[in-house]
């Protein structure tokens, strides 16, 4: 059993920086791609950032491509997300995700919330314009 907690969230003005890190508990983190979501109130969890566990392949969602940088540390168990040039539409609670593949899969799985087994509590981040 792996369990995700988040932290880093908070209010900050558009424009500014915020770094999310999620620190994960069990042995199978470093065997497993990590991903991290975003839901804002009335809408849809959706996708932001992607990392398999080496490292070798990254995945953003296009409205944060450039802005955003995920990363991680297997030997911390550490998944970071900085977040920069943020927007009011980036207003939205912020979900670490695990246990996904990572063999030699495409965008579209890393995108979707049903390729992990493993979920945080989320933490919130709002934007003011």
């Known amino acids: 059993q792996v369990q995700l907690v988040e932290s880093g969230g908070g209010l900050v003005q558009a424009g500014d920086s915020l770094r999310l890190s999620c620190a994960a508990s069990g042995r199978t983190f470093s065997s497993n791609a990590m991903g991290w979501f975003r839901q804002a109130p009335g809408k849809e969890r959706e996708f932001v950032a992607a990392i398999t566990r080496s490292g070798d392949s990254i995945y953003y969602a296009d409205i944060v491509k450039g802005r955003f940088n995920i990363s991680r540390d297997n030997a911390k168990s550490t998944v970071l997300l900085q977040m920069n040039s943020l927007e009011p539409e980036d207003t939205a609670v912020y979900y670490c995700?695990?246990?996904?593949?990572?063999?030699?899969?495409?965008?579209?799985?890393?995108?979707?919330?049903?390729?992990?087994?493993?979920w945080g509590q989320g933490t919130q981040v709002t934007v003011s314009s």
């Open positions: 995700a695990g246990g996904a593949s990572s063999l030699g899969r495409l965008h579209s799985y890393y995108s979707s919330h049903t390729s992990y087994n493993y």
